[in-house]
């Protein structure tokens, strides 16, 4: 049974206090560079899973890939541009997603590993996902971009964004994120890729056109 993620995990805690030791060692040898780099971590955003938003059970086993994703697509949900920053608004929302990929589109859950609200709350999207993040050796494969989907986290970002921009709370909660799962899983910042750069799709929208300025900044997050 699953159970609610705390806003700092144990695992957190963990890689923190490997990051003091490892900074302690790099400076007793000089080499201050490496020991600014191995202390630089990125706290871990509160990531609501399945359980807590009240996802439905998949309708058969997801599958987990036994390695590492190799990079992160960004996606926009093309649903309208909810005004409803609240917490209950992105539950409900990742609901939705679930239902229309489920019921309309046949799949065994969600298609997208995690979903950012409007509001710059994170929930898990497909069973399984945030597990895997947390302990940055394995993947569920999702369903959310064709040729990708067993080496690409994807995360939708609720809203459309083809002519407008995303709020800045979405935003923000994007680039912790992708800075968070870089670090988990090692993918360079440079992985970070939109949907329209594997399918004949217009998803991200906008987002698509700041993805050098995402990567930028997870970047900088990371210490880069």
């Known amino acids: ?6 806003r700092r995990a144990v695992l957190r805690g963990a890689v923190l206090l ?8 790099f400076t007793q040898f000089g080499d201050d560079r490496d020991a600014r780099a191995v202390a630089t971590r990125v706290d871990q955003p509160d990531i609501a899973n399945c359980a ?4 439905r059970p998949p309708s058969t086993n997801v599958s987990v890939v036994q390695s590492r994703p190799n990079k992160i697509i960004i996606h926009h949900t093309a649903f309208p541009n909810t ?11 990742s609901r939705d997603i679930q239902n229309l990929h489920m019921d309309t589109n046949g799949w065994l859950d969600s298609g997208q590993h995690f979903t950012n ?4 709350y994170l929930t898990e999207g497909r069973h399984g996902s945030l597990y895997a993040l947390l302990h940055g050796q394995t993947m569920v494969q999702g369903a959310h971009c064709v040729g990708q989907n067993s ?6 970002n609720d809203g459309i964004y083809l002519d407008v921009q995303p709020p800045k709370a979405l935003w923000d909660s994007l680039v912790w994120f992708c ?14 890729y939109g949907h329209k750069d594997f399918n004949n799709t217009q998803c991200p929208g906008l987002l698509h056109d700041r993805l050098p300025e995402l990567r930028s900044a997870v970047a900088a997050r990371l210490g880069g």
């Open 117 to 120: 609200s409007r509001g710059g």
């Open 18 to 25: 490997g990051a003091a030791a490892g900074a302690t060692a």
């Open 179 to 192: 800075a968070f799962t870089c670090q988990q899983y090692g993918i360079p910042s440079s992985e970070i």
């Open 52 to 55: 807590t938003w009240g996802a």
């Open 151 to 156: 080496q690409a986290i994807g995360i939708e």
């Open 83 to 93: 005004t409803d920053y609240s917490l209950a608004q992105a539950y409900r929302n």
């Open 1 to 6: 049974m699953s159970v609610p993620v705390p």
